[in-house]
């Protein structure tokens, strides 16, 4: 095996890890706070619901990145456990909109709360200048998920190796 190619196995799982222990902690962090009625994918709703208390589904499908009818499951479910409002515009009865309750504040709370203490976790743990790019390769990798992945998902291998062909030539 190439050293590019360790290099991006590991990478790879590095983020396979982090997002499985992410996801743990997520779900025991909210249950410490006694919060033990929502998955991970509905604390989630909740939280961008909660960036501006009201959204339409379709904003909110928009910023999760799954269909209408894969996130109409989930408010269902919010619905029925006394987290969400789900209400037609009153101009466009077409267009449904979402509303937090009292119930899903303190959820909404608690998960940003947690998030802001793992990534102050992180910013005491290194120095000033990798913060800096720690930054830079976050909002690079969402670029590079934005520009080669949502406008190609035929399955294209090409956009794949595109990124692999680009360093091992800048590297020769």
Same mark, same amino acid.
């Given at each position: 095996m190439r050293k590019i190619d360790s290099i991006v196995t590991r990478i790879g799982e590095y983020f396979f890890e982090f997002q499985s222990k992410l996801q743990f902690f997520e779900r025991e962090y909210l249950r410490r706070y006694g919060i033990e009625?929502?998955?991970p994918t509905e604390v989630k709703v909740l939280y961008i619901i909660g960036l501006s208390n009201t959204k339409s589904m379709t904003e909110i499908a928009d910023e999760l990145k799954v269909t209408r009818g894969t996130l109409?499951? +989930?408010?269902? !479910?919010?619905?029925?456990k006394g987290y969400v409002i789900r209400t037609r515009h009153k101009q466009d009865r077409r267009? #449904?909109?979402?509303?937090? +309750?009292?119930? !899903?504040?303190?959820?909404?709370?608690?998960?940003?709360?947690?998030?802001?203490?793992?990534?102050?976790?992180? #910013?005491?743990e290194i120095e000033r200048e990798k913060v800096i790019v720690v930054e830079e390769i976050l909002s690079k990798l969402n670029q590079i998920i934005e520009t080669n992945f949502y406008e190609d998902v035929s399955g294209n291998p090409q956009v794949l190796n595109e990124g692999k062909n680009q360093y091992e030539e800048k590297n020769k």
């Open positions: 009625d929502v998955t109409s499951i +989930t408010i269902d !479910s919010l619905v029925k267009v #449904i909109i979402v509303y937090l +309750t009292n119930k !899903s504040i303190d959820v909404v709370k608690v998960y940003g709360k947690f998030y802001f203490e793992l990534l102050m976790s992180l #910013i005491k």
